[in-house]
């Protein structure tokens, strides 16, 4: 039996345009792989008092934003007094259910009037997104426990800016580390805005996390430039943090190009290498990234993001498993770690990979949008409720 402390706390994430209808934002209209046109997503803004009850059975923080493009709908305007309504209804029913946010600034999406005046390779869109800093901390403060400035910025420029998979679809790598920069100029005068408007809520960033390790030579020089751009490069630009946020999927192997059930379905159960339906699965690495970045920052961690890509019960419960196992390890050689906040709630729109790829405790029918409830739920529940897991062999996702 593991035990956590009694302060240290559980919750779950989503992101606003994955769950909620697509609106005037730069991600809306686009096609995933599998087909699906980036519109309707899983209805939660017509959800939002179901929701609401599912979320607070999953422990005490609910991570999540707000759509940007649909409260504030033209350059450092007034935000829109309806939508602003409907979020503080929806926050205030999770506070009278003991759920407190960490609040997301900028999770991956923005106004397509901020791409139109030049997204953030125009450096004077800053002051825009510090306008809305400003309404943000106006508006929900009050429901805050934690401000999350950006989410995975490293995420965010490597895939619009080096592989092009994400708007704008660019492959420039000069420019990746341009908006690199770009989000640290924000970040440093969000967090300067928030501390004076909320000097007692702490302030961090997310980063996400992955353990890649080549397979030859050449597999070996991109698992290190990765590895060096991804995991260390990315995260010296946001330094000014109370805490840093870490998210972590994926164990990735080069030979020299990268290796998955995305790219190259099969190829990793030819050798034996247990996965998800997305990534290679090795929870250890989630323990190692935490102690790497701790000895490099010093500072308080809480997993902003981490789970598993799969419609198996059994299998999610495991991973939850090994991975507050591996939590709990670095807890116990003295590193501060605050709270372990799963992804996700529920199933939702995975980007340019579409609707088949799943991680929620909550299963979606996408055609009605119904909740159902899974034994992953029930055990994650159970989890935040007792504080403790049963320990547990490692589990095999060799499909």
């Given at each position: 039996?593991i035990?956590?402390?009694?302060?240290?706390?559980?919750?779950?994430?989503?992101?606003?345009?994955?769950?909620?209808?697509?609106?005037?934002?730069?991600?809306?209209g686009?096609?995933?792989?599998?087909?699906?046109?980036f519109n309707?997503?899983?209805?939660?803004?017509?959800?939002?008092a179901?929701?609401a009850?599912?979320?607070?059975?999953?422990g005490t923080?609910?991570?999540?934003s707000?759509?940007?493009?649909?409260?504030?709908t033209?350059?450092?305007?007034e935000?829109n007094?309806?939508?602003?309504?409907?979020?503080?209804?929806?926050?205030?029913d999770?506070?009278?259910?003991?759920?407190?946010l960490?609040?997301?600034l900028?999770?991956?999406?923005q106004?397509?009037w901020?791409?139109?005046?030049g997204?953030?390779?125009n450096k004077?869109?800053?002051a825009?997104?510090?306008?809305?800093?400003?309404?943000?901390?106006?508006?929900?403060?009050?429901?805050?426990?934690y401000?999350?400035?950006f989410?995975?910025?490293n995420?965010?420029?490597?895939?619009?800016?080096i592989?092009?998979t994400s708007?704008?679809?660019?492959k420039?790598?000069f420019?990746?580390n341009?908006?690199?920069?770009?989000?640290?100029i924000?970040?440093?005068i969000?967090f300067e805005?928030?501390r004076?408007?909320?000097?007692n809520?702490p302030?961090g960033?997310?980063l996400?996390t992955?353990?890649?390790?080549?397979?030859?030579a050449l597999?070996?020089?991109?698992a290190g430039?990765?590895?060096?751009?991804?995991?260390?490069r990315a995260?010296t630009?946001?330094?000014?943090?109370?805490?840093?946020?870490?998210?972590y999927?994926?164990?990735?192997?080069?030979?020299?190009f990268?290796i998955?059930?995305i790219d190259?379905?099969?190829?990793?159960?030819a050798?034996?290498?247990?996965?998800?339906?997305m990534?290679?699965?090795?929870?250890?690495?989630?323990g190692?990234n935490?102690?790497?970045?701790?000895?490099?920052?010093?500072?308080?961690?809480?997993?902003?993001?981490?789970g598993?890509c799969?419609?198996?019960?059994?299998?999610?419960?495991?991973?939850i498993?090994d991975?507050?196992?591996e939590?709990h390890?670095?807890m116990?050689s003295?590193?501060?770690?605050?709270?372990?906040?799963?992804?996700s709630?529920?199933?939702?729109f995975?980007w340019?990979?579409?609707?088949?790829?799943?991680?929620?405790?909550l299963r979606v029918?996408?055609e009605t949008?119904?909740r159902?409830n899974?034994?992953?739920?029930e055990?994650y529940?159970?989890?935040?409720e007792?504080?403790?897991?049963?320990?547990s062999?490692?589990?095999?996702?060799?499909l």
């Amino acid at each position: 039996m593991i035990k956590f402390p009694d302060n240290f706390f559980f919750g779950t994430s989503t992101a606003a345009t994955q769950i909620e209808t697509a609106s005037d934002h730069n991600w809306r209209g686009e096609i995933a792989s599998d087909g699906e046109i980036f519109n309707r997503t899983c209805d939660h803004e017509l959800r939002r008092a179901e929701d609401a009850q599912h979320i607070a059975r999953f422990g005490t923080i609910y991570r999540c934003s707000v759509d940007w493009a649909r409260i504030q709908t033209s350059p450092s305007s007034e935000f829109n007094a309806g939508v602003v309504k409907e979020y503080t209804a929806f926050f205030d029913d999770l506070e009278t259910r003991g759920m407190k946010l960490m609040l997301v600034l900028h999770h991956f999406t923005q106004p397509i009037w901020f791409e139109n005046l030049g997204g953030w390779e125009n450096k004077k869109n800053i002051a825009h997104f510090i306008d809305y800093t400003e309404r943000i901390a106006y508006h929900f403060s009050k429901y805050v426990a934690y401000w999350n400035t950006f989410n995975e910025p490293n995420v965010y420029a490597m895939n619009g800016w080096i592989l092009g998979t994400s708007p704008p679809h660019l492959k420039n790598y000069f420019k990746a580390n341009k908006i690199l920069r770009r989000f640290q100029i924000a970040h440093e005068i969000a967090f300067e805005v928030l501390r004076h408007h909320t000097p007692n809520i702490p302030i961090g960033i997310s980063l996400n996390t992955g353990l890649f390790e080549g397979k030859n030579a050449l597999g070996k020089l991109s698992a290190g430039f990765v590895d060096w751009w991804f995991n260390r490069r990315a995260m010296t630009h946001f330094k000014k943090v109370d805490f840093l946020g870490i998210s972590y999927y994926a164990y990735m192997l080069f030979d020299p190009f990268p290796i998955s059930e995305i790219d190259t379905p099969g190829k990793l159960d030819a050798l034996g290498i247990p996965h998800d339906d997305m990534w290679g699965y090795k929870p250890e690495g989630l323990g190692n990234n935490m102690r790497k970045l701790y000895a490099r920052y010093k500072k308080p961690i809480i997993i902003t993001e981490n789970g598993i890509c799969t419609d198996d019960d059994n299998k999610r419960i495991g991973a939850i498993k090994d991975y507050l196992r591996e939590v709990h390890a670095v807890m116990k050689s003295g590193i501060p770690v605050l709270g372990y906040i799963f992804w996700s709630t529920f199933d939702n729109f995975e980007w340019d990979l579409g609707k088949k790829y799943r991680f929620g405790l909550l299963r979606v029918d996408f055609e009605t949008c119904e909740r159902k409830n899974t034994a992953a739920a029930e055990f994650y529940q159970d989890v935040c409720e007792t504080r403790s897991i049963v320990v547990s062999n490692p589990i095999n996702l060799k499909l």
